[in-house]
């Protein structure tokens, strides 16, 4: 699971497409979506609270939830 992704950067998108290769090569999956470092992420974790309490409708919590039921679905 990538966390963190700050996908604007040609750079940061190079790095996300050889993980992906880097993983396929040994065999390990990576699951999207990659979850966004987004304000929300950082506002919830200096209140101290998990992110889906704090901002349920944010866009990473949004891709947390679709990464959790294609866990479940696994």
Do not use: F, H
């Not at 190079?14 to 999956?29: D, S």
């Not at 987004?38 to 919590?61: C, F, G, H, M, W």
């Amino acid at each position: 699971i990538v966390t963190k992704y700050a996908g604007r950067s040609n750079q940061v998108k190079a790095l996300l497409e050889e993980m992906r290769a880097e993983a396929e090569a040994i065999g390990a999956p990576i699951i999207d979506p990659p979850i966004r470092l987004t304000d929300k992420v950082i506002e919830a974790q200096n209140n101290r609270l998990n992110l889906a309490e704090y901002a349920p409708r944010s866009t990473a919590a949004k891709c947390y939830e679709e990464i959790a039921d294609k866990i479940v679905k696994w």
